[in-house]
């Protein structure tokens, strides 16, 4: 089966850094990955939608120049949150769909724990 | 709008009883997936089942079974004989428009 990829699972900086987020997809290319945010005890909340070679758009209300997209290949998208918060620590996981697939064929990664002291 | 509305924050109950999450969606549109996922502890989204809007066949899968009614736009799940291992959190998610929409999810405690 399809298989995504996250590192790292979990991550701790300090405030006013930034983290890096990698999201691959092990065994297939995927065009379009999507990014989530998980607070403790609620739902997931779309992010943005990164394709391959092209800028990531981004839900409403969603910093971009705070939540960094880059999908340079077709087998990694990276979410760099700058300058980071407390208000930050959350749950990010990743998305990713098959080039061939039918669009509602997203396979999820394991997520990553980010903490911001 | 799309909704997808899980009223059960919450579920305890003891091994083997059965247990039923509900998951209620809202959508515009007439072509759409609904999906049911598990969330352990460890936050890995594990992929329980997917159904097409024009399909509303219930599903049976071991202790697992939902039942869609699209006439009171439902997508309920239900554990037969739970066991410990299946407490875990459960989000009913709806396709649409190309994304996704989660529920609040419904945290299962199954108690030995």
């Known amino acids: 089966g399809a298989v995504v990829s996250q590192h790292p699972s979990w991550v701790i900086c300090k405030s006013g850094t930034s983290v890096k987020i990698e999201c691959r997809s092990l065994d297939f290319q995927a065009t379009t990955m999507f990014w989530y945010r998980q607070f403790p005890k609620q739902s997931l909340m779309l992010m943005a939608t990164?394709?391959?070679?092209?800028?990531?758009?981004?839900e409403q209300g969603v910093e971009k120049d705070k939540f960094l997209i880059n999908h340079a290949s077709l087998t990694l998208s990276t979410l760099t949150v700058t300058s980071a918060h407390p208000e930050d620590s959350s749950f990010y996981i990743c998305?990713?769909?098959?080039?061939?697939?039918?669009?509602?064929?997203?396979?999820f990664g394991p997520g990553t724990r980010l903490t911001v002291t | 709008a799309q909704k997808v509305t899980q009223a059960q924050t919450e579920i305890s109950v003891v091994e083997k009883e059965d247990v039923t999450l509900d998951c209620v969606y809202e959508?515009?549109?007439?072509?759409?997936?609904l999906f049911w996922y598990k969330q352990p502890p460890s936050g890995e989204l594990v992929f329980l089942i997917r159904?097409?809007?024009?399909?509303?066949q219930n599903e049976i899968s071991g202790r697992y079974s939902w039942n869609f009614q699209k006439s009171t736009s439902s997508f309920n799940f239900t554990i037969t004989a739970s066991q410990v291992v299946d407490s875990a959190v459960y989000f009913c998610a709806l396709y649409n428009f190309n994304k996704f929409y989660f529920g609040s999810g419904t945290k299962l405690n199954v108690k030995p």
């Open positions: 998305s990713a769909r098959d080039r061939g697939a039918a669009n509602y064929e997203q396979y």
């Open positions: 159904r097409n809007s024009f399909d509303e």
């Open positions: 990164s394709n391959e070679g092209s800028k990531a758009t981004y």
């Open positions: 959508t515009r549109d007439t072509t759409y997936y």
